[in-house]
């Protein structure tokens, strides 16, 4: 195939790559606006990253926490979603090269995102877990599963430990909120799923390379997220660069060993770049560099938003934190430039309202941070529960989401320990390591 | 690994082979008496096969209709669970031979259930899907949706018709209640998924070898069903037999023809055997000759229930039908059977306690046969979904169907319309063919 079969239209045509955070709250906002948007992305639907570590410990089962675009976009004018993956861009003849073909753009949104970053180790690459997309997060669910089936079969002491040693490289929401997760398996599940097992051996390893957890957040948070994770068992490494994974053995700067089946990275992510633009427009961790309108450098019609581009202003010289609000805020004000452009008006530049960060460590443990006010306990955690909540595209979703979580809360229970798709055993079922 | 690592006991061993209806069944009813327990499975979870096929439409979560084994069983003693893939049976040695190593047994059950029947037709084989697991449900899913996606390209009128050509073959329950789903998603889902595609080119071809549809069923209700399906736009080929499927082109006896880029197999299901048994044992169907105390002939420590059983008596010269009731109550049976072999008690025959059979065609249209008596409509439909509930396991599950089913209803939608296994496209999430 070589066209996408999109009609001709009298609207001028908006590409947009991408349907995460940024890329489908702007297709929300262009909704029968005078343009004709075609989206493009890899799956058919959006993923609400921010719980995929409760896909990963069974807590939430993927369809839940993920949503069909087509679903979203059902009875937009002029508007048409493609299942693709893109291959690069051609700026100058304003074209979108994908697997399924070539696209003509009038105007062009980068919505890529952004993949973990490895550092370019090729070892710890291969041999380690990635949580970005709901596929990855259910290896790592039948990964912990498969190893403690693994673990009864084996006498010999030192493959065991292997077995149930769980390290987390990187102490950002995801790791703590990960480990916090594995931590109450421990406590609540795994005892009671295997008692011919002494689940005490298992290890839950949060190694960190800066001196505090939950870096980006208030010292008093950080400070507090680590009580709440060593009071829950887990070990956690501050000051530690892990330099080296292979045959289950984790390596650090410092000249630490890790003896581990287990290691799921956490430690760095990266924009998630298209091929065709100069080296110069890519900025630190991998970003597009784009003006206050989101315009990339040497473009007026090509944009990127999210966590692919970082907004280099004097206020921002390092763009803004790879999360979901500075990309949902960026595609709603883009598709407001994007009107003002089509009638000839001045654009409004980004400025970021920073609404806050949060991070929940487990049951009636969360930290909260507001630009003005800190919290954390009880009270962070429903507020951490009650903002995902309403946050989750779909009220079906929000519905079972929320029975899940009472069902879990009551019961001491995570139910999703199915592995569905095996990851280690070599049968059928098995699945490829790295994917997207 | 050649250990398994279970425990000696002071208790005789009994090894079941399969987590399914009736291993299960057995399994629960052998709770903490005088018996070591081992249950081998390939899979952590059991799997209520009758909702698959709401898998394969998007209208269940795979894990609402699967439950963890190791959740049935916490509490129970003596008993473990292992996963694990039997190979064969040294039935001098009295030894199980699994892939995670060997075990001797003192009782062995074998519950292995069945598998899908190809009539030993390679190229239908490699080219068509079965849905009798889960993994395959959501293969099925991810295909029906990578069609339309694929429809949406294509300019060949050929090519299209293919992709939007879903072939059925076997008007049993589960090809009955496949095609209805798939007339629903027509009429309901898909328009609105797809604005951009004629759903009106849609096909659902339901291909049955004999004159009826749900042939084990009351003449009552299969002229209903028949009815139904037709009201739904579902075409019905009886007295056809498909004698190939290659190159996207299903072949029948009579000669007709099908362009179609799906073919659901749903013809035929065999016991799933195991290695270690004489030729005369293997019934028809590829079934364990057992006795009315569902002793494999020849032994009696070794016993066969459910699907891979056919219990041969006068009365029964051909087995009990592959259902999951026959394969529930002689587990039940066989509990209290093994249970008198301890105490030297003679044992109980089987006698099978027929409950009738039900199959759903779509919202408020289902038939039932009950021994005195068979309906059908919404009454029968509300019944169809009262049994399947109850007979859920867990409360979580009954309460996550129970919640989807009045969601879906209400708003005439199929919300699990996710291709998280990507099953055509050959990128890093592609699933090998076929998987059991």
Redesign the interface.
């Known amino acids: 195939?070589t066209?996408?079969?999109i009609?001709t239209s009298s609207n001028p045509r908006v590409v947009i790559i991408g349907g995460g955070f940024g890329g489908l709250s702007l297709a929300k906002k262009l909704k029968n606006k005078d343009f004709q948007v075609v989206l493009l992305d890899?799956?058919?639907?959006h993923t609400f990253q921010p719980l995929l570590y409760q896909v990963a410990t069974g807590g939430l089962?993927?369809?839940?926490i993920?949503?069909?675009i087509?679903?979203v976009v059902?009875?937009y004018n002029d508007f048409?979603f493609?299942?693709a993956?893109v291959e690069r861009i051609d700026t100058e003849g304003k074209k979108v090269i994908a697997d399924?073909?070539t696209i003509y753009f009038d105007y062009l949104v980068i919505a890529t995102g952004s993949k973990t970053n490895f550092f370019g180790n090729e070892e710890i690459r291969k041999n380690s877990m990635a949580m970005k997309t709901?596929?990855q997060s259910?290896n790592i669910r039948s990964l912990v599963?498969?190893n403690f089936?693994a673990a009864?079969?084996?006498?010999d002491i030192k493959e065991q430990e292997a077995l149930m040693n769980f390290v987390i490289v990187g102490a950002g929401p995801t790791g703590v909120e990960l480990a916090g997760a594995f931590a109450e398996m421990k406590k609540h599940v795994l005892p009671?799923?295997?008692?011919?097992l002494d689940i005490r051996k298992m290890e839950i390893n949060l190694i960190q390379g800066s001196g505090k957890v939950l870096d980006a957040m208030s010292d008093k948070s950080s400070q507090k997220a680590f009580e709440f994770l060593r009071k829950l068992g887990v070990d956690i490494w501050l000051n530690e660069q892990v330099i080296d994974y292979r045959n289950n053995k984790v390596s650090t700067k410092s000249g630490r060993t890790f003896n581990t089946e287990t290691v799921i990275w956490t430690a760095g992510v990266m924009g998630a770049t298209i091929d065709g633009f100069e080296e110069t427009i890519i900025q630190r961790g991998n970003r597009l560099k784009v003006n206050e309108f989101n315009q990339v450098e040497g473009f007026t019609d090509i944009f990127a938003i999210g966590d692919v581009a970082s907004v280099i202003t004097e206020q921002t010289p390092m763009g803004h934190p790879m999360m979901a609000q500075p990309a949902i805020q960026q595609g709603d004000l883009l598709a407001s430039n994007l009107v003002r452009i089509a009638k000839n008006k001045p654009l409004k530049p980004f400025v970021y309202n920073d609404k806050g960060s949060m991070a929940t460590i487990g049951r009636n443990k969360a930290v909260v941070d507001l630009p003005k006010w800190q919290f954390s306990g009880v009270f962070a955690w429903f507020v951490w529960m009650f903002i995902h909540l309403i946050s989750l595209i779909?009220f079906?979703?929000k519905?079972?989401v929320f029975?899940?979580w009472v069902?879990n809360y009551l019961v001491f229970?995570r139910?999703?320990?199915?592995?569905?798709?095996p990851y280690k055993r070599k049968?059928?079922?098995s699945f490829?390591q790295?994917?997207?």
């Open positions: 195939m066209k996408m079969n009609p890899k799956h058919n639907y089962e993927s369809g839940s993920a949503y069909p087509r679903k059902q009875n048409y493609r299942l993956e399924i073909g709901i596929p259910l599963l498969e089936e009864l079969l084996t006498n009671k799923d295997y008692p011919d779909g079906r979703n519905l079972v029975w899940n069902y229970d139910q999703g320990r199915l592995i569905v798709r049968n059928e079922e490829p790295n994917m997207n």
